[in-house]
């Protein structure tokens, strides 16, 4: 029973109510919002610290000899490990039947861009040395650096439109805009794998959590196709 | 350019280390920090750091900063930031996990078109020669440089006294297997055991050089103790650690990171400013421990002058 309650308290209110069953009490709401502060929490610490760490190493010199391979590495990793994380809140969201969750993927989204910048100005700042011409020699002469940099500038316009005003004035093209987030984690994977020398273990796993987040996603988009072939038979016989 | 070598009679007497006394000091100093650790720990297990620390740096290393005009890297940097596979692929990894291993007691079996082949214990190959302090640039395929004060010998010293025939052409050298002691051994990142090799010329150039110590002091094992190779103007790689076998062979041997991947790696390896690697340039290097990778890499790592002859005629491009 107290499982059917909980799905309940969950789903949006014009679906429950087509039903005879209860609207969700105020009480249901206050610990439905509590839930999306905490878990919001959870977000920005957990999202913080590695750049809090990498902080505190640079001025206490924890970072080793070569501090900005140090920085490079972990903010790139934290940004594809913020993106998967991005992309597994509506699998999850489907799991647990708890719709709140949709509340915390714009700021986990915005993490994950703001670690790509960071990453972005370290290369740029110290590998590049301000030097535009070495840079775009680089982003063209460079496979890993080519899909990298892709990777990024597909992020640009996503954490620009990531607002509720754009969401609106976007209409369904905001969905679409937004699936570009697809190409940027497998173009940041590939970024990741084609840049080790040898020990490909931790891109392959990156690699195959991204498989199982994207292979999730396939019946449903199957199933939309279907739907809008449908349709415009329909329209058009 | 950054080539210094000291003959004996360039360093004070007092400086100077018998192979003998050294090899015993290496024990002594295990046991005087394994006295150490139970003294301050209460019977915690000896460290690879509570013997590094134990070492002092020999006081002909103070001012060379002056004398060379670039600055030696720190013996923390040198000893801490390494890529030696067999212990992890992190550079943190070789000073962390390489605590287990046992550089001694060491022989080298010498193998192959030789007069003199056999197994070598390292007292005996280390008490005829002569050890010197060779400060070289490091530079590592990944587009970074360290100066080390390595000491060493030359390789061709020992060459010679194995006495190659005609048919030695090439070197072949391998890095001891020790799963258990080096547990990246035990994963397939790399195949193992370690493989590097030389051409005779290269071998016997007087840069090239058998390295059992760093700063005067004896070879940390996550910087390959007892026994490494250092050839200063090819990639980092090409310096082989912890040397168990070398073998005088007539075909090119093929090396380790040439196995795993030819088309980024070659043999000869030869740092080259004007031969990308395929997935980063290698005009600049990042000198550690500055930030900015904006250091010119020079050609042969600047040992153009010593060295450039072995390959005359060779198109490098292709050579790589």
Redesign the interface.
Known sequence: MAMQKKSLIFTRGWISAAGSRPRPSLLDCMIQKQRILVSKVVIWIGALSPGVWLLFGLFLNWL??????TLTHITGMTTLVLLLVTLSVTPLRRVTGWNGLIRIRRPLGLFSFFYALIHFNIWFV????FNWR?MV??II????ITVGFSAFLILIPLALTSTKRWMRRLGTGWTKLHSGIYFAAILGVIHYY??V???V?LPLLLGFFLSVLLLYRVPGWLKRRRRAVMRSELADP | MIIRSRKVSDIPSSDITPAEVYLGRRKFIRDAGLGLATLTFGGTTLNSEVAAQSQEIPARFRNLKSELGEELNSYKDITTYNNFYEFGTDKKDPSRNSGEFKPEPWTVSIEGHVNKPGNYQLGDILSPVTMEDRIYRLRCVEAWSMVIPWYGFPLADLIKRVEPTGNAKFLRFETVYRPEEMPYQKTSVLSWPYIEGLRMDEAMHPLTTLVTGVYGTELPNQNGAPLRLVVPWKYGFKGIKSIVKIEFVEEMPTNTWKMANSLEYGFYSNVNPEVSHPRWSQARERRLPSLFKSHETLMFNGYAEEVSHLYAGMDLRRWK
């Open positions: 080793g000899p070569n501090p900005i391979e110290f590998d590049q040395v070495w020699e680089d002469e460079r496979p890993y084609w840049l020398k040898a020990d273990r």
